[in-house]
């Protein structure tokens, strides 16, 4: 079903996004499928942030990626750089 959703969504995005509200909190078994995503597998996404410090510090700056594993399993990849 995820596979099929996300083939829509290339030509059709306002179709799934109008399914997955609808259908979104009425069964467990399926709302993993569809939670809301940013990014679908393979899709590059760019994103940027600013620091800014006062003064002159040292920093480890991380981020983390969600995804769904098989069966249903959430796991998180974190990267960072000093």
Known sequence: MANNLNDISKTH???VRE????????NDSTDWILRPTAV????DILFS??????SDVK???EYG???VKAY????KCIYGRT
């Open 65 to 67: 990626i969600d995804y």
């Open 59 to 61: 920093a480890r700056l």
């Open 13 to 15: 995005p306002d179709l």
């Open 19 to 26: 399914l997955a509200e609808k259908w979104y909190g009425k």
């Open 49 to 54: 942030f600013t620091v800014l410090a006062e």
């Open 40 to 43: 679908s597998i393979g899709e």
């Open 72 to 75: 249903a399993k959430w796991s």
